[in-house]
């Protein structure tokens, strides 16, 4: 149990498109979701927290506007990079917390966003 | 703020046993977490353990954390080639719900 799937797996755009990510929870509710960036040296960003049903919170130096994030179920979360740029290529991971018992995060394989 | 910190770096010989360490500057630590990432993937939770545990046992794996010194380690026993990849530790206290503070990850090479 506990899976969590994104789409796409990976995605190439020219600069200045959009692109939406979607994370979903396969096999439970997720109440928050995670939206998290990893750079290439690994480490892990936190980008924002998204909760079902409300507005989400984004980390400090997270452009609102840039990434938009909609968690309009307890099963699904959408990250959209608006007007994609070069430097936004990088690779998107999603996790979900479950609402019931603590057995940590659960993550997506992850997104690789290349934008041209 | 939180941090949490890791050696980047650790090679072992297969057969061995690996010992990855960790250390946490949040005292209202509640649950502590190992999670491993193979190449182009996410990260997959490994094993955890709540704060007021010294020690937890999983098939090869065991988790020791001394509250103390706020360190975390994690042991692999016959440590395979399979295991290469990169572990995060990460901690979380009990405030913001599901919210973890993760390390910059080491990475285990598992040399035949």
């Known amino acids: 149990g506990a899976v969590v799937s994104q789409h796409p797996s990976r995605v190439i755009c020219k600069s200045g498109t959009s692109v939406k990510i979607e994370c979903r929870s396969l096999?439970?509710?997720?109440?928050?979701m995670f939206w998290y960036r990893q750079f290439p040296k690994k480490s892990l960003m936190l980008m924002a927290t998204?909760?079902?049903?409300?507005?989400?919170?984004?980390e400090q130096g997270v452009e609102k506007d840039k990434f938009l994030i909609n968690h309009a179920s307890l099963t699904l979360s959408t990250l959209t990079v608006t007007s994609a740029h070069p430097e936004d290529s990088s690779f998107y991971i999603c996790?979900?917390?479950?609402?019931?018992?603590?057995?940590?995060?659960?993550f997506g394989p992850g997104t690789r966003l290349t934008v041209l | 703020g939180e941090d949490v910190e890791q050696s980047l770096f650790l090679s072992v010989r297969e057969g061995d046993s690996s010992v990855i360490n960790c250390t946490y500057t949040?005292?209202?630590?509640?649950?502590l977490y190992w999670y491993k990432q193979e190449p182009g993937a996410g990260l997959q939770l490994l094993t955890y353990?709540?704060?007021?545990?010294d020690m937890k046992q999983d098939q090869r794996l065991t988790v020791l954390l001394n509250k103390k010194d706020k360190h975390l380690s994690l042991r692999i026993a016959d440590t395979q080639t399979g295991d290469s990849a990169i572990y995060f530790c990460?901690?979380?206290?009990?405030?913001?719900?599901?919210?973890?503070?993760f390390g910059d990850g080491t990475t285990l090479t598992v040399k035949p």
């Open positions: 990460a901690e979380r206290g009990d405030t913001n719900a599901g919210k973890s503070t």
């Open positions: 949040d005292s209202s630590s509640t649950y």
């Open positions: 096999d439970f509710q997720a109440t928050t």
């Open positions: 353990i709540f704060s007021n545990m």
């Open positions: 996790s979900a917390t479950r609402t019931s018992g603590d057995k940590g995060q659960f």
């Open positions: 998204s909760n079902e049903g409300s507005k989400a919170t984004y």
